[in-house]
């Protein structure tokens, strides 16, 4: 009998490290495909900052907990290597949430075709959720235009790039806050942002005086942290903050104290959260967007692939480190 290898969760993270006592790697018989169902070979797996929160028992989130003992949730791309359904046929790539596990057998809801010529690379580091999240963010909440100055934490990471870059696009000032000099380069070098902010060597008062003379229109929040108080207090008046992700207090018992709610009076901001899952349901407007900036060459990208299923595991560390340069991934 042919067998496969899934991970399961088995354990809630209590604030450390991401280790093995975790997950339980088991081997599972191949299974046969029915009328209706097709089997998909999973060939890239997207490791993403939002598993510390589908780990933690918090069932007050935008979605539930993944429940111990099963397979741990992800999304992924893959290739259809045996069909029973008239959609799907063999050879297709398809993408959608397939979990941390070689092979998954599906009917093809919430399964999506990858067009032709698209690299699973480029699919999740692009046109997966980093790319639906930053076209969202930017453009639901955070409504760009053209001489504005925008700021952008985790500049480096697979949403921030893609939003400052979408940003320089439409003729905003774009500045990013990164956590090493090599992605400090890399934003301004390569991805032509207008500065950069060392979060962890530079005066970050001075920096941002420097970088926003004139003030902040729109704050794209990936991380919080330190930075945070001071980009906000930078606030122009009918500013908008797009509240993405808070990774530096993700595996805090104790969140940093956020900013004072006052100057969101005084200044008529606007301060959002947001959670694409909300949004599944307008992909194809959010891809129809994001799309002509890709195919004219404005998005660049890098991908940070690791190897095999199990480094999964470790790998999700490199979130907390910033040892990812680029979209994680797991090649499979
Ligand atoms: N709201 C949503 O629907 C949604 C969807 C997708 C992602 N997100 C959120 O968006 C954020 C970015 O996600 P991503 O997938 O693009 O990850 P990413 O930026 O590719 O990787 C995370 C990066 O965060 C930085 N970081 C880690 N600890 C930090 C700290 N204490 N202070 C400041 N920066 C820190 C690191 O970069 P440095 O080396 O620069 O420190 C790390 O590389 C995450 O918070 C994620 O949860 C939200």
Not at 284 to 295: A, E, F, I, M, S
Request: with cysteine; glycine share 12%.
């Amino acid at each position: 009998m042919t067998t496969y290898k899934a991970i399961n969760l088995v354990a809630r993270p209590t604030g450390g490290p991401i280790g093995p006592e975790l997950f339980e790697v088991v081997e599972k018989p191949l299974p046969s495909v029915s009328q209706g169902q097709f089997l998909i070979k999973q060939t890239y797996m997207s490791l993403d900052p939002a598993m510390f929160g589908w780990m933690s028992p918090d069932t007050n989130s935008y979605i539930p907990p993944v429940g111990l003992g099963e397979v741990m949730r992800s999304s992924g791309v893959g290739e259809v290597v045996e069909s029973n359904h008239p959609d799907f046929q063999v050879g297709d790539h398809v993408m959608g949430m397939f979990g941390w596990q070689e092979y998954l057998l599906t009917d093809g809801k919430g399964m999506n075709k990858v067009p032709a010529g698209v690299s699973d690379e480029m699919v999740l580091s692009i046109f997966a959720l980093p790319g639906l999240t930053a076209t969202q963010g930017l453009y639901g909440i955070g409504k760009p235009k053209s001489g504005e100055t925008l700021v952008v934490t985790g500049a480096a990471g697979s949403v921030g790039s893609i939003v400052g870059q979408l940003a320089k696009a439409d003729g905003l000032k774009v500045i990013g806050v990164v956590g090493s000099d090599t992605k400090a380069n890399w934003i301004v070098d390569d991805l032509g942002f207008d500065g950069a902010i060392n979060y962890k060597t530079d005066d970050l008062q001075a920096k941002l005086d420097e970088l926003a003379p004139n003030g902040v229109d729109v704050y794209f929040e990936n991380t919080g942290g330190e930075i945070q108080n001071l980009v906000f207090n930078k606030m122009n008046t009918h500013g908008r903050v797009v509240v993405c992700g808070m990774i530096a207090d993700y595996a805090k018992a104790v969140p940093n104290p956020g900013p004072n709610w006052i100057p969101m009076i005084k200044k008529r901001l606007t301060v959002q959260g947001f959670a694409m899952p909300d949004h599944f349901g307008e992909i194809p407007q959010l891809l129809g967007k994001l799309t002509p900036y890709v195919t004219s060459g404005k998005i660049k990208y890098r991908a940070h692939v690791i190897e095999g299923l199990e480094s999964a595991i470790t790998g999700l560390n490199m979130f907390f480190t910033g040892e990812n340069q680029g979209k994680l991934m797991v090649k499979i």
